[in-house]
């Protein structure tokens, strides 16, 4: 067929990445230059201020009646809970993830399509209905709450608006996210390397960790990146399992947003969060690289 | 033996499966419990499900979803379309188109969300289905974009030259030949855009002005002021739509095969 000319290329991947650029794009640097910008009176922004880092250091520093900064670990230890909550998202996904999809492997043809679909209906199913389920489940009349309190010698157990029920939740949400991508590794497996292992007097220890793991490393980076953003960035769950109380970035910025009306100091936060976002990506980067030289 | 098997991964599976599950189950079995308070069994009854259905906010809020994820899905697809008929030629700085047009997959919703706010009340666009139509279609333009460029990928090029050869001018080759053979994918592409609007939560939630609450929006404000089987009942729908979309998406999948 005939090459497209650059002039109806343009044409027609233009629309689409215009509209990208305008409503995505554009925003994300409006949002980079409020960030610098003081706080309105009215609407949430005064456009006028001069800009200044004055945001950024008051996500570490307070600044007391006479002028001096005084450190506060408010913010910062929002900013902690949010990348351990969504390190340990990461950890659990991989830990129930990698068996899972060894089990979908080791399935028949026609049992493996069923698991896929088992796996993944609870994805396609509404973040926010997913989120509120547990919060039936672990609420504090409940059966859990009130079994928990039953056998628990120490104390009333609370289940909800903790960093538990937000992990649960968290896992919850994005556990599909790794298990598709381990098992899309093993799909393309030459299980025979397994076999010659054993054979070779690999016992089944040895054969996971020389063998399974190497092998299903680039399905476990893709699966971590697909589960440890989306929690990183996440609102809704600690929003509903949260309760206010534990808080992470996404709701720190809403607050901003919402009853703060701090627009600026919002925009501070998300800049944060999409370079906190950034380094991962460029870690994952950097070890593709690194494993790509070794080969 | 089967070699693939090691010990305990069919164990946890079964457990990660109940886990996936038993919340699923929970919140549709409360969703048919008469006491009001969802804590205490007292009998069955449908009654949730009678009043979901005459309130007058969740029919306005289901009304605005499906106008918004249809309005949304369209015009995803269509750009989504013309973008993967562009990028079939190799040109330079195609990565960085491509890369681009999937931003908004990888980009934090909430922060995407938040900065288009600030772009809207900039440029003074109200808040409403004005201003949630287009940051729907561009959050959308990847999912539709990705199902149409793998089914172009996945294409024999010699029909289309099949069609030139034999006198079809652009237009019509376009039309007799790539649009049906592309027409799975773009109805692939639809669907998924428009699960993704109707099931967005953030974007509208930011966006969204009085007047234009989507279904999602009014469940959240729904949670947030307590638990009850209301909720449930919608829950419980809204669930079943999703498990019936993609069941049938995944028959269709296993039927053009």
């Known amino acids: 067929m005939s090459a497209t000319s650059p002039f109806r290329r343009a044409g027609l991947v233009g629309p689409a990445l215009l509209v990208v650029l305008i409503l995505v794009g554009v925003p994300l640097g409006i949002m980079a230059w409020v960030s610098l910008l003081g706080r309105g009176s009215t609407i949430g922004v005064d456009w006028q201020s001069a800009p200044s880092f004055a945001n950024y250091t008051k996500l570490i520093w307070e600044e007391d009646f006479d002028g001096t900064l005084l450190f506060n670990p408010t913010y910062l230890s929002i900013l902690w809970r949010s990348v351990w909550q969504a390190a340990a998202t990461t950890v659990i996904c991989v830990t129930l993830g990698l068996p899972v999809a060894l089990w979908m492997s080791s399935l028949t043809r026609g049992a493996r399509d069923v698991a896929i679909l088992l796996i993944t209906i609870p994805f396609w199913t509404n973040l926010l209905v997913r989120n509120y389920a547990w919060l039936i489940i672990l609420r504090e009349d409940g059966v859990v709450s009130q079994t928990a309190n039953a056998i628990w010698p120490f104390g009333p157990v609370q289940l909800l608006y903790n960093d538990t029920a937000i992990l649960i939740g968290l896992v919850y949400s994005f556990l599909p996210f790794m298990i598709l991508p381990i098992y899309a590794g093993f799909e393309k497996f030459d299980w025979r390397l397994l076999e010659a292992a054993y054979d070779l007097g690999a016992n089944r220890r040895r054969a996971l960790m020389r063998v399974i793991i190497p092998l299903a490393m680039p399905g476990i980076i893709a699966g971590a990146m697909l589960v440890f953003i989306p929690s990183l960035g996440s609102f809704v769950t600690a929003a509903i399992l949260g309760g206010g109380k534990s808080m992470m970035m996404g709701n720190l910025i809403q607050l901003q947003f919402g009853q703060s009306r701090n627009w600026p100091f919002g925009a501070t936060i998300s800049v944060v969060l999409l370079a906190l976002m950034m380094l991962v990506l460029m870690g994952i980067a950097i070890w593709k690289n690194r494993q790509e030289a070794k080969r | ?257």
Not at chain 2, 143 to 161: D, H, K, T, V, W
Not at chain 2, 193 to 213: E, I
Not at chain 2, 227 to 233: F, S, V, Y
């Open chain 2, 1 to 257: 033996m089967n070699l693939r098997r090691l010990p305990l991964t069919r164990e946890i599976s079964l457990a990660v499966l109940v886990y996936l599950y038993v919340p699923v189950v929970v919140l549709i079995v409360y969703s048919f419990n008469a006491n009001r308070t969802a804590t205490v069994w007292s009998e069955t009854s449908l009654d949730w499900y009678r009043k979901i259905l005459v309130n007058p906010s969740i029919r306005d809020a289901t009304w605005n979803s499906l106008v918004l994820a249809t309005a949304a899905g369209i015009g995803a697809t269509l750009l989504a379309l013309a973008a993967a008929l562009g990028m079939k030629s190799r040109f330079r700085g195609k990565g960085l188109v491509e890369a681009v047009l999937n931003a908004p997959l990888i980009l934090p919703e909430i922060v995407v969300a938040v900065a288009t706010l600030m772009l809207f009340v900039a440029i003074g666009i109200d808040m409403g289905l004005t201003a949630m139509i287009p940051a729907h279609i561009a959050f959308c333009i990847p999912f539709a974009y990705l199902p149409i460029r793998a089914r172009l990928q996945g294409m024999n090029p010699s029909l289309e030259e099949a069609a030139q050869d034999l006198y079809a001018n652009r237009f019509v080759t376009f039309r007799r030949v790539t649009l049906p053979l592309l027409w799975p994918g773009i109805m692939a592409g639809f669907t998924l855009a428009f699960v993704t609007s109707l099931d967005d939560f953030l974007t509208s939630f930011f966006l969204s002005g009085p007047g234009s609450t989507t279904l999602p929006v009014y469940i959240f404000s729904a949670i947030r002021a307590g638990i009850t089987p209301e909720i449930n009942a919608i829950s419980t729908v809204m669930l079943i739509v999703s498990v019936a979309l993609v069941v049938t998406s995944f028959l269709l999948g296993k039927m053009r095969r």
